[in-house]
C-alpha cells in the first residue's frame, strides 16, 4: 500500500467529479480521506454514464469514491455544522466545491476555519474561481467546453463545434486540484503556513489548449479554428491528423512526406515536399485520405510501421483493454465493491518506486463510517444514536 501522504488528513465536501476525483488521487496515495455527503448522498450517487449502476449506485460514485471513509452529516443542523467545524479543526486539508459562497454561509469557508487551523490547506474548486464578475455561473464540463474554446477547436469544418468525449475539463481540473493541494503541503512543511488553493474548470479547460493558445497569440492565423477535414488541430500541418481505411482509421502523425508518398504510393505528394505543409495542408490530406480508403488497417500499418512513420490504428475500447503495454502498466484493476459485487475500475496513473497504488477501501455505502469517525472524534454510543434520531447524520446498515 501507497504511505506517500501517511498521516496527512483529508475532510472532502466535494461532490460529482472534479472534486471527487481529485481528492481520490490524494487518497490512494496513502491520504485519510473523509468524504463527507449530505443524508441524500452526493448527485454523483444517482448519475452514471450509459445509465451504468453498481449496487444502485451511479458509476460517477464509483469512479471517484475509492480509499475514502464516509461520513454523511446535515450541514442544515446545527449540530451537523458543529461536527463539520471539529473535523476541520483536526485536519490538514478541506476541500469543497460548492459554488462560491455556500461554504462561507454555513461557516465553513476558509476565513472561519484557518481562524481556528491555522495551518489549514483550503482548497476550492468551482467553475470559474472564487471571485469575478462570473464567479457564479453554473460550472459544468460542457458548458466550459463550450465557452474555453476547446469544443470549438475540436471540431472539424464539416462537423462543426464538438466536444471532446469524455468530462476532460473535469479530469484535468481534478489533476490540478491534487496537484496545487500537495504544492501547499510541501510550503506549510517548510514554513508552518496555511492555504487557500483556487482551482477552477475554466481555467483547466484553457490550461489544456496551452499549445492552441500560445500558437493563436503570438501568430498571425486568424481564419477558422475548425479543423480542415482530417487535420487534427486547427494549428497542425499537414499530415498530422486522422484517415478512414476500409476497415477503420489511422491516425498519421508527423513525418517525411516524401517517405509517406513512396510507402502509400502516391506520387502527387511529392509536389508539397519542399512547400509549407500548413498552407497546403487540405491539398495533402485530400490526396491521403483517398489513397487509405482503398487500404486495410493492417495493410495500412504493415507498410508505415517497418519505414518508423509514427502512426496508430485508432482503437475502440475493446482494443485498449486488450493491449499489451496498458494490461502491463496496470491501467485498470478488477476489485470488488463494498457490497462484493465484481467490477472494474481505473487505476491510479503514477508509479512509485515500481509500485501501483492499490484500492485499499472500495468506495463506501453512504454514512457507512459516521459512527466510527464520530467515536474517534470523542461522542459516544448514545450521542452518535440520538444524532441518527435528530437527522443530524445517516449510518450505513
Same mark, same amino acid.
Not at 486568424?222 to 486547427?234: D, K, T, V, Y
Not at 498552407?279 to 495493410?299: G, H, N, P, W, Y
Given at each position: ?116 487551523? @491555522?495551518?489549514? +490547506? #483550503? /482548497? %476550492?474548486?468551482? !467553475?470559474?474561481? *472564487? ?9 459544468? &464540463? ?96 499537414? @499530415?498530422?491528423? +486522422? #484517415? /478512414? %481505411?476500409?476497415? !477503420?482509421?489511422? *491516425? ?9 508518398? &513512396? ?135
Amino acid at each position: 500500500m501507497l504511505d506517500l501522504l501517511d498521516g496527512i488528513r483529508v475532510v472532502s465536501f466535494n461532490h460529482f467529479l472534479m472534486g471527487p476525483l481529485g481528492i481520490q488521487m490524494l487518497a490512494d496515495m496513502g491520504a485519510d480521506v473523509i468524504s463527507v455527503e449530505s443524508l441524500e448522498g452526493g448527485f454523483q450517487r444517482r448519475f452514471g454514464g450509459a445509465k451504468t449502476t453498481i449496487d444502485g449506485d451511479g458509476s460517477s460514485f464509483h469512479l471517484g469514491g475509492r480509499n475514502k471513509r464516509n461520513i454523511a452529516l446535515n450541514l442544515k443542523h446545527e449540530k451537523g455544522v458543529e461536527i463539520a467545524v471539529a473535523l476541520a479543526k483536526n485536519a490538514d486539508v478541506v476541500t469543497e466545491n460548492f459554488r462560491p459562497g455556500v461554504m462561507d454561509r454555513l461557516g465553513l469557508g476558509y476565513k472561519s476555519l484557518s481562524h481556528l487551523n @491555522p495551518k489549514l +490547506i #483550503y /482548497a %476550492a474548486a468551482s !467553475g470559474f474561481g *472564487a471571485t469575478g464578475p462570473g464567479a457564479n455561473r453554473p460550472g459544468q &464540463d460542457l458548458l466550459i467546453q463550450a465557452l474555453s474554446g476547446l469544443a470549438m477547436i475540436t471540431g472539424s469544418r464539416s462537423s462543426g463545434p464538438r466536444p471532446v468525449g469524455v468530462s476532460v475539463a473535469d479530469h484535468h481540473g481534478a489533476a490540478l486540484y491534487a496537484l496545487g493541494i500537495l504544492g501547499a503541503l510541501i510550503r506549510r512543511q517548510r514554513t508552518g503556513k496555511g492555504c487557500f488553493v483556487d482551482v477552477d474548470l475554466m481555467s483547466a479547460a484553457i490550461n489544456l489548449q496551452m499549445e492552441s493558445f500560445v500558437s493563436y497569440l503570438n501568430g498571425e492565423y486568424r481564419e477558422s479554428l475548425l479543423s480542415p477535414e482530417c487535420i487534427g488541430g486547427w494549428y497542425n500541418s499537414a @499530415p498530422y491528423g +486522422i #484517415y /478512414a %481505411a476500409l476497415d !477503420g482509421h489511422v *491516425a498519421i502523425s508527423h513525418c517525411d512526406l516524401g517517405i509517406l508518398a &513512396d510507402a502509400l504510393e502516391i506520387p502527387s505528394l511529392k509536389n508539397f515536399v519542399d512547400k509549407d505543409l500548413f498552407d497546403f495542408r487540405e491539398d495533402v490530406a485530400r490526396l491521403i485520405a483517398q489513397r487509405l480508403k482503398s487500404l486495410t488497417l493492417e495493410q495500412v500499418m504493415r507498410t508505415l510501421v517497418p519505414l518508423k512513420v509514427w502512426c496508430a490504428p485508432v482503437n475502440d475500447y475493446e482494443a485498449v483493454l486488450n493491449d499489451p503495454q496498458v494490461q502491463h502498466n496496470r491501467s485498470f484493476i478488477s476489485v470488488k465493491s463494498a457490497k462484493g459485487t465484481p467490477m472494474k475500475l481505473v487505476n491510479h496513473p503514477i508509479r512509485y518506486d515500481g509500485e501501483v497504488a492499490e484500492m485499499r477501501i472500495p468506495p463506501q455505502p453512504l454514512g457507512a463510517q459516521s459512527a466510527e469517525i464520530l467515536a474517534q472524534m470523542g461522542w459516544d454510543e448514545a450521542s452518535i444514536n440520538q444524532l441518527v434520531e435528530d437527522n443530524v447524520i445517516v449510518i450505513a446498515d
